[in-house]
């Protein structure tokens, strides 16, 4: 479980930090911009809606249940 709100809360940062370099792109954007959406205070506002995650992170481990033998038909469902 460990593992999985781990990498929910990676991809999440992730996610934030990808979408923030591709609106560099954009015309209007200056690099200050940047540097404020990559920052430690935004990047933490993404990571802070893990309410979003939870259906991810569900079934990461429902899927390392399944390859460690541990699946039921409840865990396979969530």
Do not use: N
């Not at 935004?42 to 390392?64: F, G, N, P």
């Amino acid at each position: 479980m460990l593992r999985a709100a781990q990498k929910s809360m990676a991809f999440r940062v992730e996610k934030a930090t990808c979408y923030a370099i591709s609106k560099r792109l954009v015309e209007g954007w200056s690099i200050e911009d940047l540097d404020k959406a990559t920052s430690p205070e935004s990047l933490s506002l993404a990571a802070d809606d893990y309410r979003q995650s939870m259906s991810t992170a569900r079934k990461w481990i429902a899927a390392e249940l399944k390859a460690h033998g541990f699946a039921t038909e409840e865990t396979e469902a969530a």
